[in-house]
């Protein structure tokens, strides 16, 4: 439970991981095309400011009549509302409003930051707490979203960020069957995002699931076989994607003069390891793969009871993994006080589970859920399988 100064200390650390993935950008890099997926630069950062102040420095808050969250106080440091929230400005619209410079964009992160540590409650209370812990785990999010950026774009990998580790193949795990106690328990304390809520038990039936992520070599038979090209592994709303791409392979591999894998790592293309991780595979890929081997996705509450066996079962720091779930309420769901984070997005997002080598180990959490329309596959995201019922 982050408190204290080592909330204020998460608070600066995740502002410099956010500033390093952005500080050696050029300005032709920082002045980007508009795509879907990644914001403006100048945006994005402006958009963090923002956030930081509107949640921890401008309460209390209400949802007028349009459904927006209102802010009982006016900005200090960042705004307006219009501009920088990403709920009342479309994502196109980013490109064609004006932005503040890239100076100005980080002296407003100066001084929001600076403004909501001076605001920093003291002791432990989850309540009281509970705007500056969202504005820690966004910001965290946000800087994941940077390394996507780069990486998208061709850009450099931002300093320090490695390549998931090689694994050799590591087996599978079999889980028995049992109660199964899913989400945040409504006694445990701390932070917990909405769509975490409300904890429940489920009678789960004994399931064989992978004991790490798929790796390169797996995924590289399926192409090797042809399976981009049978349309058996690509039903419905996959065949209509796998149609519309002029690819046999993951979007960011190819096949050199020599016959030689490899992938294309931010700014360079790097031979495919065998051993490590697929990555930038999106969920109707990962289910072409599973039809073709006769496997599965797990559904996202395996893959969390899966992940209490912490010795055998390798998450984290690797891949974000696909399930076979739409991304859904839990039964009782309600809204947090910054609604927009879960709701529009149920029903028409497919949830993922673990974290990636680019994700604050603060987000590694069981419980977490992660989520994204099925066609992506920009984020550092793989998965693993689960033997048939």
């Given at each position: 439970?982050?408190?204290?100064?080592?909330?204020?200390?998460?608070?600066?650390?995740?502002?410099?991981r956010?500033?390093?993935?952005?500080?050696?950008?050029?300005?032709?890099?920082?002045?980007?095309?508009?795509?879907p997926?990644?914001?403006?630069?100048?945006?994005?950062?402006?958009?963090?400011?923002?956030?930081?102040?509107?949640?921890?420095?401008?309460?209390?808050?209400?949802?007028?009549?349009?459904?927006?969250?209102?802010?009982?106080?006016?900005?200090?440091?960042t705004?307006?509302?219009a501009?920088?929230?990403?709920?009342?400005?479309?994502?196109?619209a980013?490109?064609?409003?004006p932005m503040?410079?890239?100076?100005?964009?980080?002296?407003?992160?100066?001084?929001?930051l600076?403004?909501?540590?001076?605001?920093?409650?003291?002791?432990?209370?989850d309540?009281?707490?509970?705007?500056?812990?969202?504005?820690?785990?966004h910001?965290d999010m946000?800087?994941e979203?940077?390394?996507?950026?780069?990486?998208?774009?061709?850009?450099?990998?931002?300093?320090?960020?490695?390549?998931?580790?090689?694994s050799?193949?590591?087996?599978?795990?079999?889980v028995?069957?049992?109660?199964?106690?899913i989400?945040?328990?409504?006694?445990?304390?701390?932070?917990?995002?909405?769509?975490?809520?409300?904890?429940?038990?489920?009678?789960?039936?004994?399931?064989?699931?992978?004991?790490?992520?798929?790796?390169?070599?797996?995924?590289?038979?399926?192409v090797?076989?042809?399976?981009?090209?049978?349309?058996?592994?690509?039903?419905?709303?996959?065949?209509?994607?796998?149609?519309?791409?002029?690819?046999?392979?993951?979007?960011?591999?190819?096949?050199?003069?020599?016959?030689?894998?490899?992938?294309?790592?931010?700014?360079r293309?790097?031979?495919?390891?065998?051993?490590?991780?697929?990555?930038?595979?999106n969920?109707?890929?990962?289910e072409?793969?599973?039809?073709?081997?006769?496997?599965?996705?797990?559904?996202?509450?395996?893959?969390?009871?899966?992940?209490?066996?912490?010795?055998?079962?390798?998450?984290?720091?690797?891949?974000?993994?696909?399930?076979?779930?739409?991304?859904?309420?839990?039964?009782?769901?309600?809204?947090?006080p910054?609604?927009?984070?879960?709701?529009?997005?149920?029903?028409?997002?497919?949830?993922?589970?673990?974290?990636?080598?680019?994700?604050?180990p603060?987000?590694?959490?069981?419980?977490?859920?992660?989520?994204?329309?099925?066609?992506?596959?920009?984020?550092?995201?793989?998965?693993?399988?689960?033997?048939?019922?």
């Amino acid at each position: 439970m982050l408190s204290g100064a080592a909330l204020a200390d998460a608070m600066r650390d995740s502002r410099r991981r956010t500033l390093a993935a952005v500080a050696d950008l050029s300005e032709p890099q920082w002045q980007m095309p508009m795509q879907p997926g990644v914001n403006l630069i100048a945006w994005e950062l402006a958009h963090i400011a923002w956030f930081g102040e509107f949640w921890v420095l401008r309460g209390p808050h209400h949802v007028d009549a349009h459904g927006f969250v209102q802010a009982a106080r006016p900005p200090r440091h960042t705004g307006p509302d219009a501009l920088f929230d990403s709920a009342r400005l479309a994502h196109a619209a980013r490109w064609t409003e004006p932005m503040p410079a890239r100076a100005e964009v980080l002296r407003m992160l100066d001084a929001q930051l600076a403004a909501c540590l001076d605001a920093l409650p003291e002791g432990d209370d989850d309540a009281r707490l509970y705007a500056h812990r969202l504005a820690l785990f966004h910001e965290d999010m946000h800087g994941e979203a940077f390394a996507w950026l780069c990486a998208a774009l061709g850009y450099p990998a931002p300093v320090g960020l490695e390549a998931p580790k090689q694994s050799s193949a590591a087996g599978v795990l079999h889980v028995p069957a049992g109660e199964a106690h899913i989400g945040w328990p409504a006694a445990r304390r701390g932070f917990a995002f909405d769509n975490e809520c409300r904890g429940h038990v489920l009678n789960l039936p004994a399931f064989e699931i992978d004991a790490a992520p798929l790796s390169n070599r797996q995924f590289l038979a399926f192409v090797d076989a042809g399976g981009y090209d049978a349309p058996a592994f690509w039903p419905g709303d996959a065949g209509t994607w796998r149609q519309a791409q002029d690819r046999h392979a993951p979007e960011r591999w190819r096949c050199d003069a020599h016959g030689h894998w490899q992938h294309r790592w931010f700014d360079r293309w790097l031979p495919l390891a065998p051993d490590a991780p697929v990555i930038h595979v999106n969920a109707h890929e990962a289910e072409a793969y599973c039809r073709w081997a006769g496997r599965r996705l797990p559904h996202a509450a395996e893959w969390e009871v899966a992940a209490a066996h912490a010795d055998t079962f390798r998450w984290g720091a690797s891949v974000w993994e696909w399930t076979a779930d739409a991304f859904t309420p839990y039964a009782g769901f309600e809204p947090g006080p910054y609604r927009d984070y879960s709701a529009p997005w149920f029903g028409d997002h497919h949830e993922l589970r673990g974290g990636a080598f680019a994700t604050s180990p603060r987000l590694h959490d069981a419980r977490y859920r992660n989520f994204f329309r099925p066609e992506r596959c920009d984020v550092f995201a793989g998965f693993r399988t689960a033997a048939p019922r």
